[in-house]
């Protein structure tokens, strides 16, 4: 029943089809590349795919972020693909699924998703974590070829291995995005599937703010991207060391100080009824020049 809403969308194949590009693009990047002689013996136990040169991947466990996900079809296909691929789970921490779309009665029609099949995912990892543990499974359905040479095997290879978390009304063109993804532990994998407009800008702005020791990996498929006719056309960031990032993100901040019309209170120590100007105050750098 959670997989309902997932599995009878209409663009499903379509959503499919586009993910595995990308897909295996990742795949390729982490050193695992599916074999033919593989690929047939999927449906049978799980396997670990022989590993190829790749370029050069962080040794902290990745955490993977499906941008503008959608269903997050693409987060679905990783975890349950790392189920039969245990090089891919010791690589992937975790997948954070994001999109301006939220679940919950009080969301608007038009920002209201369902993302029912997230909880069988949940499932699926509380069931596997009894497995490994030696532990019964609660399952009352068995898988279908539990009854094969390894059933306990067999049983681990159709449950979710990765944890996927979701981020719902989450509107990445915030400067707070950036920092949620700057505070997250280790480095990121970024992945982005069917993204429109400037979406697709914003998402390359993403991964050059984060820098390359941060944000290694970017999986980039438009759907469309902006016209380049556009009067200024399209600004993408750049990467900022973090002294330039906190020196940008002050003056944001003061800017909005001034603008919020607020007073008595110094926008740089945040003193209420301080006893100076803001260009004297003691935080500042002790500078005799003028600033």
């Known amino acids: 029943r959670e997989w309902r809403s997932f599995l009878d969308g209409k663009n499903l194949l379509h959503e499919v089809e586009e993910c595995l590009v990308a897909l295996e693009t990742f795949l390729g990047w982490l050193g695992v590349s599916p074999s033919s002689e593989v690929r047939s013996q999927m449906h049978e136990l799980p396997v670990e795919l022989p590993v190829t040169p790749a370029a050069e991947v962080p040794p902290q466990a990745l955490t993977v972020i499906d941008l503008c996900c959608g269903k997050a079809t693409f987060s679905m296909l990783l975890t349950y693909l790392a189920a039969r691929l245990p090089l891919l789970r010791a690589k992937v921490a975790r997948v954070i699924m994001v999109d301006k779309m939220q679940e919950g009665a009080a969301v608007a029609p038009s920002d209201r998703v369902n993302w029912s099949h997230i909880s069988a995912t949940v499932a699926d990892l509380e069931e596997r974590g009894r497995l490994e543990n030696g532990e019964s499974p609660l399952s009352a359905e068995p898988a279908a070829d539990a009854a094969g040479p390894n059933p306990a095997a067999a049983a681990l290879a159709h449950l979710a291995a990765l944890p996927v978390s979701p981020w719902g009304g989450v509107n990445i063109h915030d400067e707070a995005f950036s920092d949620r993804l700057h505070a997250l532990p280790g480095p990121v994998a970024m992945v982005g599937v069917h993204l429109c407009k400037g979406l697709s800008p914003r998402c390359v702005g993403l991964f050059n703010g984060l820098g390359p020791a941060k944000a290694p990996f970017l999986s980039l498929a438009p759907c469309c991207l902006p016209r380049l006719a556009r009067e200024g056309g399209w600004t993408v960031a ?50 005799p020049g003028p600033r």
Not at 251 to 279: F, I, N, Q, T, Y
Request: with cysteine; glycine share 10%.
């Open 238 to 287: 750049l990467y900022e060391p973090p002294a330039h990032r906190a020196a940008r993100k002050g003056r944001l901040e003061r800017r909005a100080w001034c603008a919020s019309g607020l007073k008595g209170v110094c926008p740089v120590c945040g003193v209420p009824d301080a006893p100076h100007r803001m260009g004297a105050c003691p935080e500042l750098p002790a500078d």
